[in-house]
């Protein structure tokens, strides 16, 4: 089984949204809201442009933990998301990152967003990339801003902090690589 990794350079990051954009708008803004708020794909393609709106600020209840989540948009991504919503002409019930072929009404399935992000994955030579990526570029992001294991934990959800440090791997790995 191939498991998704996280990429640790934020250029790089920006560069993965930049090649998604050219594929389409929607998973360029999956892909940072994803790495923004660490929500798992299967919430993140359920979100409504009414939930995000107006002020950036939401809260759901994530599917897989039942376990209610608050998450409050930085102005660029609120900005953008904005942009977005009013590009698409979406209204307040569409789902954010919508189905191609169903349109508005029901979100892109989480097979189809995972396919598109290792696709392009592939053209940086990434193999290992995947929705999940999104997560644990979360968890690196914000584990290399705290220093709080115990944060990225909170934040993620984790009942275990040996499922965080499997988040982490590719930060401490590459922080091992280049310590002493």
């Not at 920006?14 to 999956?30: D, E, G, N, P, T």
């Not at 939930?51 to 953008?80: C, M």
């Not at 696709?119 to 290399?144: Q, V, W």
Request: hydrophobic letters at 35%; proline letters at 2%.
């Amino acid at each position: 089984m191939n498991t998704t990794r996280a990429i640790i350079n934020k250029a790089e990051q920006m560069q993965i949204a930049s090649a998604l954009m050219k594929v389409h708008y929607r998973f360029a803004l999956l892909w940072k809201i994803g790495i923004y708020t660490g929500l798992r794909i299967s919430d993140l393609l359920t979100l409504k442009s009414s939930q995000v709106l107006p002020g950036g600020r939401f809260a759901i209840y994530e599917s897989k933990t039942g376990k209610r989540k608050e998450i409050s948009l930085d102005a660029e991504i609120l900005g953008e998301t904005k942009g977005y919503v009013k590009f698409y002409g979406l209204r307040p019930n569409d789902f954010l990152f919508f189905s191609h072929v169903t349109r508005k009404h029901k979100p892109m399935t989480r097979q189809w967003a995972h396919r598109v992000i290792a696709r392009e994955g592939l053209k940086f030579a990434r193999d290992s990339l995947g929705a999940h990526s999104m997560r644990k570029i979360y968890a690196c992001n914000k584990y290399a801003s705290t220093g709080s294991l115990e944060s990225v934990q909170r934040d993620l959800n984790h009942k275990y902090v040996s499922t965080t440090l499997i988040y982490l791997k590719d930060l401490l790995e590459q922080g091992i690589k280049n310590g002493p």
